[in-house]
């Protein structure tokens, strides 16, 4: 089954995937920055951690030009962007408070340099999920 986006007719900033690993690794992004956003700015109403290859609808604005990957692993965390179509399916507004990750692959995380950031990103699915904003 596909993945199915839409184009939703409408103005207003851009969803922007987050990259994992950055070109300098003192700014990967770490499990502490994950946590913030999910828990306070803007503590996030859904999160879920999907494999585009089944059905499930992810709108964009119009001008926005990203792309979910099919096959793809992602985190995607936000706020006031889940809402039902007229068959009662959950759909996904993806915008400019929306946090889209992708799920880092096997192969960079098993290169030394990223080890820290892999482990750091499956302990935040594993924490998130078992213990939600604990404070």
């Not at 596909?2 to 987050?18: R, Y």
């Not at 994992?20 to 690794?25: D, G, L, P, V, W």
């Not at 059905?55 to 030009?65: I, Y």
């Not at 759909?91 to 995380?109: F, G, H, I």
């Amino acid at each position: 089954m596909d993945c199915k986006c839409h184009c939703v007719l409408s103005l207003g900033p851009c969803h922007k995937i987050q990259e994992t690993f950055k070109s300098n690794r003192a700014k990967n992004i770490r499990k502490n920055t994950r946590f913030e956003y999910a828990c306070f700015s803007p503590r996030v109403d859904y999160d879920l951690r999907v494999t585009i290859n089944s059905v499930r609808v992810f709108a964009k604005r119009l001008q926005c030009k990203g792309q979910l990957e099919l096959g793809r692993q992602y985190l995607i965390m936000g706020k006031d962007g889940s809402t039902k179509d007229l068959t009662g399916n959950m759909q996904y507004l993806l915008e400019s408070n929306t946090w889209v990750e992708n799920k880092p692959l096997d192969t960079d995380c098993k290169k030394s340099a990223n080890t820290r950031t892999c482990n750091e990103f499956n302990e935040f699915i594993d924490e998130y999920k078992t213990d939600g904003c604990r404070q």
